[in-house]
């Protein structure tokens, strides 16, 4: 990709799946763009009003991680 300044610019690391306890990889998304999703449906449900956005993302990393937990025991 090239910029105004004519310059390349490439990622500097590939993004690693996230990992659990175990070192199983889940397959495409991390922990953090699963929280992120979940959030952004918690806040659509209640109608996006202001002022409720980090307890939406701390619910989510506890949903997430129980749900990880879970997975890691199939």
């Known amino acids: 990709m090239t910029h105004a300044l004519g310059t390349s610019r490439m990622p500097s ?28 449906y918690r806040a659509e449900n209640r109608g996006f009003s202001e002022g409720d956005e980090l307890a939406d993302w701390l619910i989510c990393e506890i949903e997430v991680d129980a749900l990880l937990n879970k997975r890691k025991h199939l």
Do not use: M, S, T
């Open 13 to 40: 690391k590939k993004p690693q799946p996230a990992l659990l306890k175990n070192n199983r990889a889940i397959e495409g998304l991390d922990r953090q763009e699963l929280i992120a999703v979940a959030a952004y």
